[in-house]
Every structure is written in structure tokens, then in C-alpha cells.
């Protein structure tokens, strides 16, 4: 079946890593993706991984690959508050995107 | 920016009425998404064209059509609008058709049935 999870909320303090996490179901998943919305906005790509590939590290962002376990985990290093939105997991599965419920992430000072 | 546009930004319309939300994808982009966010059913696929051509369908109804044209823009009509029908419609379009390639997404369209 096609289903992505992810808890709802997460609340951080500035300048601590931040980890989102996600779980999905459909083994045949090719590509991973992370993506941001921040308030009325749209959707921005801020990473993405290969089905293969275990980690991806981009700038502050690492992306963590769990393939048995179908587990996504994407971590901020050094969040701050611009870091503030809404970050949906998706997995592709042929010609879709499935995406999570997503997860809102708070930053305080 | 993500170089897709959308208009309109809001849409206020009554039920049973009709609408058409338009998508300009990327330069060079030949596949265009839609999806519906709502707060009950998250972020949706509906359908995805490539090249004018329709490629995927996901949980799209069948009051909504879609159609992309020979200039690549896009265009979803949402007919007999019901009140569950309010949401943000987003248009997305990636280079090639496959889910391999990095979908661009556009700011959306908050469309709200009274």
C-alpha cells in the first residue's frame, strides 16, 4: 500500500540539530525526497536520495536512509528560526509522488 | 522562485459553480503535476501530463479535468464545486515525466467554495 508517516510536530531551539522523521511503505520506491512549505507558500525541494545510497549530506542538511526498516530521517544541523515550516517526506513510486502528512517545525530562541 | 507560475493566487466561488486554476511550468519543463492540499486529506497527486500528453492519474475526481497545451501551460477544471473542495492546488513541473526527476512547485492556488 501507499503510505508515508510522520509525527506531527517538532519544537527545537535554535542552534540545535533538528531530525524529522518518516516512515513509507512501498519497497519500490526509487527516489526519497524532502521537501519545506513555509506559511503560503509552496513546496521548495531541499533534498533528495536515491533508493540505493544509505546518507546524503547537503550543507546543514543530512539525510539518513534506513532501507529495511523504510525509514527517512532528515536532520538540520544548527536549526534556526528560518528553519521554521512545514517538511513533507515523499517517496516515488512510478509516475507519483506519495508525500507525508508532514511535520511542522518550530525553532525558539 | 521556482519558475512556475499559477494563477489565480485565490479563487472565492459557491457551490456548483466551475473554475479553471492555470499552470505556466519552468522553461524547458515538458511534465506538469497538480496536487490538492487540504487540511483532512494532506497533499494529494491528482493527475500529471507530459508533453500534452495525460501520464499519471492519482486520487483525482471525476468533476475535475486537465489538460496541458501545446505551449506546455496547464489548465484544472474543478466542476460542481462541493464545500469539501476548498483547498491550496499546487501545479509542479519536473524536466522529464518520471518521479526520478526533481518536481519544481509553484506557490499555488487557495481556492475557497461558499
Known amino acids: 500500500g501507499e503510505d508515508v508517516e510522520q509525527s506531527l510536530f517538532l519544537s527545537v531551539r535554535e542552534g540545535d540539530s533538528s531530525v524529522i522523521n518518516c516512515t513509507y511503505t512501498d519497497s519500490s520506491s526509487t527516489y526519497l525526497y524532502w521537501y519545506k512549505q513555509e506559511p503560503g507558500a509552496g513546496l521548495q525541494l531541499l533534498t533528495y536520495?536515491?533508493?540505493?545510497?544509505d546518507m546524503k549530506q547537503d550543507q546543514r542538511l543530512t539525510v539518513l536512509l534506513n532501507k529495511k526498516d523504510k525509514h527517512l530521517s532528515l536532520r538540520i544541523a544548527d536549526t534556526q528560526t528560518g528553519d521554521s515550516a512545514i517538511y513533507f517526506c515523499?517517496?516515488?513510486?512510478?509516475?507519483?509522488?506519495?508525500f507525508g502528512t508532514g511535520t511542522r517545525l518550530q525553532v525558539f530562541p | 522562485d521556482s519558475g512556475v507560475t499559477q494563477t489565480p493566487k485565490h479563487l472565492i466561488t459557491a457551490t456548483g459553480q466551475r473554475v479553471t486554476l492555470r499552470c505556466s511550468p519552468r522553461s524547458g519543463d515538458l511534465s506538469v503535476y497538480w496536487y490538492q492540499q487540504s487540511l483532512d486529506q494532506g497533499l494529494q497527486f491528482l493527475i500529471q501530463y507530459y508533453n500534452g500528453e495525460e501520464r499519471a492519474k492519482g486520487n483525482i475526481l471525476e468533476r475535475f479535468s486537465a489538460q496541458q497545451f501545446p505551449d506546455l501551460h496547464s489548465e484544472l477544471n474543478l466542476s460542481s464545486l462541493e464545500l469539501g473542495d476548498s483547498a491550496l492546488y499546487f501545479c509542479?513541473?519536473?524536466?522529464?515525466?518520471?518521479?526520478?526527476?526533481?518536481?519544481?512547485f509553484g506557490p499555488g492556488t487557495r481556492l475557497t467554495v461558499t
Open positions: 509542479a513541473s519536473s524536466v522529464e515525466g518520471g518521479t526520478s526527476y526533481e518536481q519544481y
Open positions: 515523499a517517496e516515488s513510486i512510478p509516475d507519483k509522488l506519495i
Open positions: 536520495i536515491f533508493s540505493n545510497m
